[in-house]
């Protein structure tokens, strides 16, 4: 077996132990996290079985999809979102995480070319409470969901949320758990959600906990990513 096809074995694992820990027995998606990686290391994950990619920058993974069209690829777009990168976004991904604001949502909604099926969102929440950080804050959420869910080319799936980075697994879950009661306050107020879109490489285990249904995960399955050109 090649490195990545180990690593992502390991990761499935993990989320396995995670779930039976969790007592959960429904499906946690791994997001396997390309940015930076050559389309090579792609396809050798794709080769070991992975299926879904997310990418942070829309002309890198422009580019890698048209290495690896022969890939039945779902491509997730987990970056910061420009207003002028809405209309590329709108056009080459079947999923967006980072969806934070009315704006992006209309313009997402108005260039989802026909032909696809609408857009897979999830709205970017700021479960930190600090102002740098992008996401929508708690208190404006319940609107935004309600404005993405009148979109016809968009549908809202649920939540991503990147917390603040922390060693400490019990800080790590208070974290998420803000993240997955604003998820199911949403559900309580009758929007179909069944995204949670939580976890990286070093709280994956945590957010599982938590209620993920994806673990977007680069590092670990890819190795330390190669510093990033310009695109
Ligand atoms: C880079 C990135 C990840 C993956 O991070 P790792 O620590 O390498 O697993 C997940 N989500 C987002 C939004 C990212 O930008």
Excluded at 98 to 121: F, G, Q, T, Y
Excluded at 220 to 229: C, D, N
């Amino acid at each position: 077996m090649t490195i990545i096809a180990d690593s992502l074995q390991a990761i499935q694992a993990n989320i396995h132990q995670a779930k039976l820990a969790a007592k959960r027995d429904d499906e946690v998606k791994l997001l396997a996290v390309s940015k930076a990686q050559p389309p090579e290391k792609l396809r050798e994950a794709y080769l070991a079985g992975q299926r879904a990619f997310g990418e942070n920058y829309v002309q890198e993974a422009i580019s890698k999809q048209v290495q690896l069209t022969d890939c039945a690829i779902e491509w997730h777009f987990i970056g910061p979102i420009q207003s002028n990168k809405t209309q590329l976004i709108a056009q080459h991904f079947d999923w967006v995480h980072s969806v934070d604001r009315l704006k992006i949502a209309a313009r997402l909604n108005e260039a989802r070319p026909p032909s696809l099926a609408p857009l897979n969102v999830c709205i970017q929440i700021n479960s930190s409470e600090e102002a740098s950080k992008s996401g929508v804050d708690t208190a404006s959420l319940a609107i935004l969901a309600k404005e993405i869910s009148a979109m016809p080319r968009l549908k809202l799936r649920g939540l991503m949320a990147i917390p603040a980075p922390s060693k400490d697994l019990t800080k790590q879950r208070a974290q998420f758990k803000i993240v997955g009661d604003a998820f199911m306050q949403l559900q309580q107020q009758g929007f179909e959600l069944d995204t949670l879109s939580i976890g990286m490489s070093d709280d994956y285990v945590a957010a599982i906990h938590e209620g993920a249904t994806i673990v977007r995960i680069g590092s670990t399955i890819f190795g330390a990513r190669p510093s990033r050109q310009n695109n």
